[in-house]
């Protein structure tokens, strides 16, 4: 049984390679689809938190995954580490990010925590270029009115090393009228995980919307 890579390994070489590149966590972050809050939370957990997170982190930076996990691929010799093809990034356009949410029905809702962010996932519907979810009153996924939130859906093929990143920012808003949640309801794949019998409708209205293709290069 193999040990499982240390997530403290594997953020110190993610700090060396970005400040090889010359790159802030910022400009790591925007680069990877992602806000820094939330690249620090990945860095904190380690690759089980989030695979297709550290996949686009490792396209960024011009690694690959066996290089993020252990320095090197295994069966490389050694002090080679460019034994398999490396992965890029290619930037979505908007109306490509919206068509690709389009097509899932499960993301991944970023809400401020007290110590990092909180990261749940949901089911989710697109709805006239906002996304909406139910869920229960008070509840995990629940923020407050206006509060700043991030969505983030992922369809990523490790073995094939291609995929794509969508990421939304923006504020979360609750549905309040009756006939905005028959609306929502009415909508394919708007059956909720969670909610009870009277949930809650969430609407998150984008600040900004940005995507990333990854391709092995």
């Given at each position: ?29 925007h ?54 093809p ?23 809702i ?26 229960a ?57 969670a ?23």
């Open positions: 049984m193999t040990d499982r890579p240390d997530p403290a390994d594997i953020a110190h070489r993610i700090d060396q390679r970005r400040r090889q590149l010359g790159l802030s966590e910022g400009m790591l972050a680069r990877a689809a992602m806000s820094p809050a939330y690249l620090r939370q990945l860095l904190c957990s380690g690759p089980e938190f989030d695979p297709p997170g550290f996949v686009r982190v490792t396209a960024v930076l011009g690694m690959t995954w066996p290089e993020l996990l252990s320095g090197r691929r295994p069966d490389a010799p050694p002090g080679q580490t460019d034994a398999e490396r992965a890029g990034l290619r930037r979505l356009t908007e109306p490509q990010c919206w068509e690709l949410l389009g097509t899932r029905g499960i993301g991944r970023g809400l401020p925590g007290s110590s990092s962010p909180l990261v749940l996932p949901v089911n989710y519907v697109v709805d006239a270029r906002t996304i909406a979810y139910r869920t009153p008070g509840g995990a996924a629940a923020p407050d009115e206006g509060t700043p939130v991030s969505f983030e859906v992922d369809h990523i093929d490790e073995h094939r090393r291609q995929g794509w990143s969508v990421l939304v920012l923006g504020e979360a808003h609750h549905v309040d009228t009756p006939e905005e949640e028959r609306h929502l309801s009415a909508l394919p794949g708007a059956a909720p995980w909610g009870g019998p009277r949930p809650l409708w969430v609407r998150v209205r984008p600040a900004g919307v940005t995507g990333r293709r990854v391709q092995a290069g």
